[in-house]
């Protein structure tokens, strides 16, 4: 499977960017990429800080066919999100429930799932924030960033690329995909 690739320099959010696109186009899938978000949005209507050089993306496909809850959905997409930081830092990553990235108890990433009915078809927005450069400051929450981690500065391109590859090989497999094998996504 393809993800069409749609990207700006600046939107509001990728997800409600994903959200339209699904609305008036007949695309089933697709990645949607910003340098910049003025209104990037986190779970339970919070803000999420959009930084240059940090990461956002929203990918969107169809889940018409695919058995999960989307409580299982986003332990999916975490993990998958997991196996992308992975690349980049060899230390453990964990999963705090249920849709954050942890690097020694720091946020680096959080994922936003939304849902959209279009003819009878439930797609799947699942948004996407890391941070690789800059970290953002939240109360009473560290966060953390690739760059200081590693020492590497990790281009959004570098990573989108990897990201593409990660879902376009997965998706395909989802429908027959069995979640107790989450551990070997």
Partial sequence: MKL???KFKIVN???DLAIQIIKSTNNKSGIVIANKQKKGRGQYGKKWTSFKGNLFVSIFFPVDKIKFSIKDLTKINCFLIKKLLSNFYKGKIRIKSPNDLLINNMKISGILQETLLKSD???I???IGINLVRSP?????P??????LTGVKITPYSAVLKLKKIYEKFIPELP??????IQKV
């Fill in 176 to 181: 027959k995909f069995n979640i107790k094998n």
């Fill in 121 to 123: 078809k439930k797609y």
């Fill in 137 to 141: 400051v939240i109360k009473n929450y």
């Fill in 143 to 148: 966060t953390t960033n690739l760059l200081d």
């Fill in 125 to 127: 927005i699942v948004g």
């Fill in 4 to 6: 069409k690739k749609y």
């Fill in 13 to 15: 959010s990728t997800n």
